[in-house]
């Protein structure tokens, strides 16, 4: 399906954490976007500045992003984080072949920083099949390793908590430069330490878990290459770099 061009104006707007901000946008009309896929925005009213991000979830004529603003430049994600509400904004979609296959499959879910939008989708969309159509996944469930630098990084949290109380979904958090102490489902951690041999054959017991990655490239490519060391197929192996 080619790209279509359509007006999304923000109708709310979350500050989640220090730089961090939830967006919500609605449209004329539903949008139906796969789990995964990310629209080119025009964020500055200049194509010079369009960018693209993911969407962290789309129900009928809304659509959520989660954009960590960053102060250089005059377009991209200081531009869209600093529109206010009633701001119109054109954008393309749907774009994007990293996307959420829709099986009974376990799967792990990896991601660090804003890489979190597009697999919050994921893991949401999953949540509500398995909960409103029994939708059972064979032997196995969903697990998410999320990352960041700080505790203050953090987001969703209590969303996460809320999901872990099912039987089928767990979730670790890393904290890569955190020095005070953590709270449960927190570690002093990157995401690729947590990947050992015995933590992957553990994910993979069935050997049909599905993995998922997003977030900086050199983390994607880290733990791509250590999936593959322990016995992972690449074609289990689904993943997305900013």
Known sequence: MPPVSIFLTLQNKK??????????????????????????CDTAGD??????????????TSVFFIIKRLPEGKGGSMAICDQTIGHTMQVWWPMGRFILQENTFPKVFIGTGTGFAPLYFMLKYSLKKMNNEKWIMNNGGMFFLFGV????????????????????FDYQICCSRESSSL?????????????????????????ETEFYICGS??????????????????EKVFFEQY
């Not at 050199?218 to 250590?226: G, I, K």
Request: aromatic share 10%; with cysteine; proline share 5%.
């Open 15 to 40: 500050q989640l954490t220090h730089d961090v901000f939830e967006l919500e946008y609605t449209s004329s009309e539903s949008l139906h976007i796969t789990p995964g896929q990310f629209l080119l």
């Open 149 to 168: 630098r700080e505790l203050r990084d953090v987001f969703y949290q209590e969303e996460l908590q809320q999901w872990s109380q099912e039987s089928f």
């Open 217 to 234: 490239p050199a983390m994607v490519t880290e733990v791509r290459s250590m999936l593959e060391l322990y016995g992972i197929s690449k």
């Open 47 to 60: 194509p010079k500045l369009r960018r693209s991000y993911s969407v962290s979830w789309a129900a009928g």
């Open 183 to 207: 709270p449960d489902k927190h570690r002093e951690w990157r995401v690729t330490e947590c990947l050992t041999p015995e933590n992957i054959s553990e994910m993979n017991k069935t050997g």
